[in-house]
């Protein structure tokens, strides 16, 4: 058949192609690794945000709670007065009788920091009256305890020095009878109070060259050489300024050393003080040179 000289070709449909198929399961398993992978980094990195965050947080509390304290003792400690009895105690630091904390130092080990706690006790007047006050740590059980602050009054006529007995009185009620009379709770998780005496011209006092003045050299050997263990000025003579250290341990520590029981008392008491020894990063010190306003410059020679 004739037709116009084309030749038909008959021309084969083009099938379209169909729809893909699902993923196979080696891109699923990678799929899920790589997701798996940035899970872990995003917890990771909470996690630690939220660790610094605490932290912060702690530290701050021990921060503030610190710079409230050496606040208050630097307050005081300026307006100490002579009592111009011979009998009046003035100034008084002694070593508490505990076992002092001996803690390790990053990159020396021993012999590491030796914390010790000392009690504190002075005078001051305010117009016809008196003021004892005083600070002493409860317990100490491990090396770390509890400030407190003493405060008593009597008027002007009456011996200063009774303020002086009474505090002791108080401290021994506190320690046999669990009795705070007079005593305020301030600051937790001490485990450093450490108090040095100068003269008016900044001079450390370390020896007993001077009239009613009484230093201790030191009986236990933590001590570093020339500390003092023990001053006691009477009389007319008061510091010309006192150095005070006091060191504060942050308060998860805390909560761990409170955890630590389950044997004798004694046995709790080595086992923190062997948990302390190597957390000295978690203590915060604060030093401080407290200037007495009322020193008498004619009691020292």
């Known amino acids: 058949m004739k037709t116009n000289g084309f030749n038909p070709v008959a021309v084969r449909p083009t099938s379209s192609p169909g729809p893909r198929g699902a993923f ?26 939220q660790r610094a965050f605490r932290l912060g947080l702690s530290q701050v509390d021990v921060l ?73 740590v409860f317990p100490t059980n491990g090396g770390v305890g509890t400030l407190y602050r003493y405060l008593s009054n009597s008027p002007f006529g ?28 301030i600051l937790d998780g001490v485990v450093h109070l450490k108090v040095r005496a100068f003269n008016p011209d900044g001079q450390w006092i370390t020896t007993n060259n001077l009239r009613n003045v009484f230093v201790r050299e030191p009986r236990n050997a ?28 942050e308060d998860r520590a805390i909560a761990r050393v409170k955890a630590i029981r389950g044997g004798t008392v004694a046995e709790d008491t080595q086992s923190r003080s062997n948990y302390l020894a190597h957390e000295s990063g978690k203590v915060h010190l604060f030093r401080l040179r407290v200037p007495v306003r009322n020193v008498d410059r004619t009691a020292y020679p």
């Open 64 to 136: 503030e709670s610190g710079r409230a304290v050496t606040d208050i003792m630097n307050r005081e400690l300026s307006q100490l007065t002579p009592s111009l009895v011979s009998t009046g105690v003035n100034f008084y630091a002694s070593l508490e009788s505990v076992a002092p904390l001996v803690q390790e130092l990053p990159g020396n080990p021993a012999p590491g920091r030796t914390n010790l706690i000392e009690e504190l006790f002075f005078l001051t007047k305010e117009n016809q009256t008196w003021t004892g006050i005083g600070y002493y």
């Open 158 to 185: 009456q011996n200063p020095a009774l303020l002086y007995n009474s505090f002791h009185r108080t401290v021994a009620d506190a320690i046999n009878r669990n009795v705070f009379t007079n005593f305020n709770r």
């Open 222 to 249: 933590l001590y570093a050489a020339g500390e003092s263990e023990l001053y006691r000025f009477t009389n007319n003579i008061v510091p010309g300024s006192v150095e005070l250290e006091l060191g504060v341990l």
């Open 24 to 49: 196979s399961l080696i891109e699923i398993l990678v799929v899920i690794g790589l997701l798996s992978i940035i899970i872990l980094g995003l917890v990771a990195m909470f996690s630690q945000t």
